[in-house]
């Protein structure tokens, strides 16, 4: 088999697995009911074509979170306000928040399951550094604002999937409430500055 019919081959199982995960993980009641042999058969290919692309079950977990995420990311590097560049800093925050909010409500199953994949701690996962650094330069954009990497590491665990799955399955708290008190404390946060 030549080179380039390998790497279209394999581009093309990728993108199966992806597609077969996405499915998969959409339609279970619990990250942990969709396995790696569940992705492989949906997918049509061998259980080893899908260690050798992904590495790993949190291998595939952040492939397919990162594929879902990409429309974001650009948003936040290149788009209009209030997400892209230019905008308020105050009001880029909480554009920020909602996003991530947003998106975790979207992909509550996926984002539980990265978080929970045992990779160790959550706050060293690419996914999470990321925000972090975006919303603490932000923060280090507002004026009188103390310690933007504890702010940002505080106003991200409020965006944390256990607690947005607890929010929104458990407790039922409507996406819209969610939203307006995710950004009510964000704002507070911004607006009360350091303790006296």
């Keep these: 088999m030549s080179e380039p019919r390998s790497r279209k081959d394999a581009a093309r199982n990728r993108e199966a697995v992806l597609a077969a995960a996405d499915t998969l993980f959409a339609r279970c009641e619990s990250p942990e009911d969709v396995t790696m042999a569940d992705i492989a058969t949906a997918a049509g290919v061998g259980k080893g ?25 650009e948003a936040v590097e290149t788009g209009p306000p209030p997400l892209g560049p230019g905008t308020e800093p105050r009001e880029r925050v909480t554009a920020l928040l909602d996003a991530v909010l947003c998106f975790k409500l979207d992909n509550r199953r996926l984002a539980l399951a990265l978080e929970e994949s045992g990779n160790g701690s959550p706050y060293r996962a690419g996914h999470y550094e990321r925000w972090h650094g975006v919303l603490r330069a932000v923060l280090e954009e507002i004026p009188g604002l103390p310690d933007s990497g504890f702010t940002a590491h505080a106003l991200l665990a409020a965006t944390r999937a256990d607690l947005v799955e607890h929010l929104a399955g458990e407790e039922r708290v409507p996406r819209e409430r969610m939203r307006a008190r995710l950004a009510e404390f964000a704002g507070r946060v911004l607006a009360d500055g350091p303790p006296r």
């Design 49 to 73: 074509t899908l260690f050798r692309a992904f590495g790993d079950r949190a291998g595939l977990l952040r492939a397919l979170y990162e594929a879902r995420l990409e429309p974001v990311r």
